[in-house]
């Protein structure tokens, strides 16, 4: 699976938005992107995915660039229930298997 | 409710036994996967199974084997070969293998070492 960069960590307000980004320069044409979150000592949870076009469900939007190179996971309005690990994972088209997972973004949530 | 249960949820194992955890599933959904997550990294892929009687290795399958006899369930065994078994082991299904499916996560084993 072609490989996904994001920050370490990222800190922000309650109430306001959130902008995760990832970049994947090496994506390839079928590649998704997934976006997954992990909160401590639980399994990750399915957050969000697309292929080309931004996609909106109700815990997220996903922007993709247009020449798909990086993505943006927005939260529209963070809560202190949103603090988590999120990662950005590619998947590839022609074939899955697992998922490969980073290190991921570290969200901090103030109060 | 439909979803993927783990038992147990904490696991103690003694030098040179193996152990199995179990990993059960209602979403009946064909592949399922075992990973493995050590402290503040990300998860590492063990084993899969797209269905049933069939499985392949992940990325790191040494020391860890595993059956898919039902659709419902993939147990995974952590044997004496694996000398760092001590981490967090999660289980996850999918509705197929395709790239823009879904993959739903139990809660997750912890595994020590006595």
């Known amino acids: 699976d072609a490989k996904t960069t994001q920050p370490n ?3 922000s307000n309650e109430e306001e938005p959130v902008h995760l980004p ?4 090496t994506i390839s ?14 399994g990750p949870e399915y957050v969000i995915h697309g292929l080309t076009s931004n996609v909106n469900n109700r815990m997220a939007s ?6 798909r190179k990086s993505s943006t996971l927005i939260l529209h309005r963070a809560t202190l229930r949103d603090a988590a ?4 994972i590619l998947r590839e088209g022609g074939g899955a298997d697992g998922l490969t997972f980073g290190k991921g973004t570290h969200l901090i949530i103030q109060p | 409710d439909g979803g993927i249960t783990q038992s147990p949820k904490y696991l103690f194992r003694k030098e040179g036994q193996n152990v199995t955890l179990s990993c059960e599933q209602n979403l009946n959904h064909d592949a399922m ?22 499985f392949q290795k992940g990325d790191i399958a040494e020391g860890y084997s595993v059956s898919r006899e039902k659709k419902e369930s993939f147990p ?10 001590t981490a967090f082991y999660l289980c996850a299904s ?7 499916e879904t993959q739903y996560f139990g809660p997750g084993t912890r595994l020590l070492v006595l």
Do not use: F
């Open chain 1, 22 to 25: 990832c970049n994947h320069s």
């Open chain 1, 62 to 67: 996903l922007a993709i660039a247009e020449d």
């Open chain 1, 9 to 11: 960590s990222m800190e």
């Open chain 1, 29 to 42: 044409g079928t590649d998704y992107i997934h976006w997954y979150r992990q909160l401590p000592s639980q």
């Open chain 2, 94 to 100: 999918s509705i197929g293998l395709l790239a823009g």
């Open chain 2, 33 to 54: 996967y075992w990973y493995r997550q050590d402290p503040g990294q990300g998860l590492r892929l063990i084993y899969y199974s797209q269905i049933v009687n069939d």
């Open chain 1, 85 to 88: 690990v999120y990662y950005c």
């Open chain 2, 76 to 85: 995974l065994t952590v044997t004496s070969a694996q000398k760092n078994p």
